[in-house]
């Protein structure tokens, strides 16, 4: 059975029955485990969260909000700085697509937002990206959805207000992002891909973030950008297992990891589940 889950602060948890019959109804309601036909994801068993994140206490610090609504609420509200939310999965869960979703949401509900994907298996595409945000531009048109707070990926289709038709011959070599409106091309900019093959290199990355002032942050086209307000890892296990395994130098750098994920904000962290 697909497998997918919320993990806390990188602490499992397993809940008890009455708690999955609980989060499993809510899972639904973001129509991932439906299992109807036409849906991306099928038969997915129950998310789970660590509770204690239920129980913690409101602070004044602010929250991120993913912009769905179930995942929000599962998350009371959002992920606050210096937290790190581990979406998990098996290889047929859905994981990538959600982890997308929570991306395209941010820059399409934050004007002054930024994704900054840090990628280690080539699973970032930019087509689900878009995928992504046509599903977020119709289901803003339609009330009842953000009512429901349900998310029916069966709607992730394509949206004359999101592409060009006339720009959707397959023969057509321009990029993904060039045959967009301006509305997605605007959003897709906000959403930066970097590819790492080490965990040196995820170390590398974050000292270059950290080290970066503010007023150097621009695009390509040299204007100011946003300062990121969201950090993807997607996924870190591969890199690490070889230092887990070795000495104790090799868990003194998945500590001082840990830690410089802290130091980025707002931060997820994709992993995979193996069986």
Not at 101 to 123: F, G, K, N, P
Not at 170 to 187: I, K, L
Not at 213 to 221: L, T, Y
């Amino acid at each position: 059975m697909p497998q997918l889950a919320f993990v806390a602060g990188l602490h499992p948890f397993v809940p008890d029955a009455q708690d999955r019959d609980r989060l499993f109804l809510k899972l639904k309601r973001l129509g991932i485990a439906t299992g109807k036909s036409g849906s991306v994801v099928h038969d997915c068993s129950p998310v789970s969260i660590d509770l204690r994140c239920d129980s913690r206490a409101p602070t004044v610090d602010i929250q991120h909000h993913f912009g769905i609504p179930a995942i929000d609420h599962l998350l009371r509200g959002g992920v606050g700085a210096g937290d790190i939310l581990e979406v998990v999965g098996t290889s047929d869960s859905g994981r990538t697509l959600l982890v997308h979703l929570m991306c395209s949401e941010t820059v399409y509900q934050h004007a002054r937002s930024r994704v900054i994907y840090v990628d280690t298996a080539a699973w970032f595409s930019v087509e689900l990206l878009l995928d992504c945000l046509r599903y977020a531009w119709s289901r803003a048109r339609d009330p009842k959805d953000t009512a429901s707070g349900r998310t029916d990926f069966g709607r992730l289709s394509a949206s004359p207000a999101l592409v060009d038709s006339a720009d959707n011959d397959p023969e057509n070599s321009d990029s993904v992002v060039m045959r967009t409106t301006p509305f997605a091309r605007a959003s897709l900019e906000r959403v930066q891909h970097v590819h790492c093959a080490t965990a040196d290199e995820v170390l590398a990355f974050i000292a270059g973030v950290m080290s970066t002032p503010v007023d150097e942050d621009v695009d390509f086209k040299g204007y100011a950008m946003p300062r990121p307000t969201l950090y993807v890892f997607d996924c870190l296990a591969p890199l690490l297992v070889t230092y887990l395994n070795s000495s104790a130098q090799g868990h003194s750098l998945v500590v001082t990891l840990s830690r410089a994920l802290r130091t980025l904000g707002y931060v997820i962290v994709a992993g995979r589940l193996v069986g």
